[in-house]
């Protein structure tokens, strides 16, 4: 059961499924189920680890949209400024 949840929690990229399966890990006696859960946790690794690179992508192309747009803006004049 937790074995198929957590594939499930794999294919679907269900990060909220997959903490709480990680936070109650049962204990396996069948080295079948043991080498699946291995398996599948390394995948469960690489998908976190996939998901933060895009995050980070994604963060730095919004922090150069932002710069850009601040860039493009006009420089609102004081109103007490007499230089003019």
């Known amino acids: 059961m ?4 957590l594939k499930i929690a ?4 269900d990060m909220q499924l997959l ?3 990680l936070s109650d890990i ?3 006696v069948d080295t ?3 080498e699946s859960a291995s398996y599948l946790l390394k995948e469960a ?3 976190v680890s996939s998901l933060k690179d895009e995050t980070a992508s994604s963060m730095i192309q919004i922090k150069k949209n ?10 609102n004049k004081n109103t007490l400024d007499i230089s003019s």
């Open 32 to 34: 079948k189920e043991i």
């Open 2 to 5: 937790w074995l198929n949840q």
């Open 10 to 13: 794999i294919v679907q990229k």
């Open 19 to 21: 903490d709480s399966l």
């Open 26 to 28: 049962p204990t396996f």
């Open 45 to 47: 690794s690489a998908m």
């Open 66 to 75: 932002v710069d850009f747009l601040r860039s493009t803006q006009s420089k």
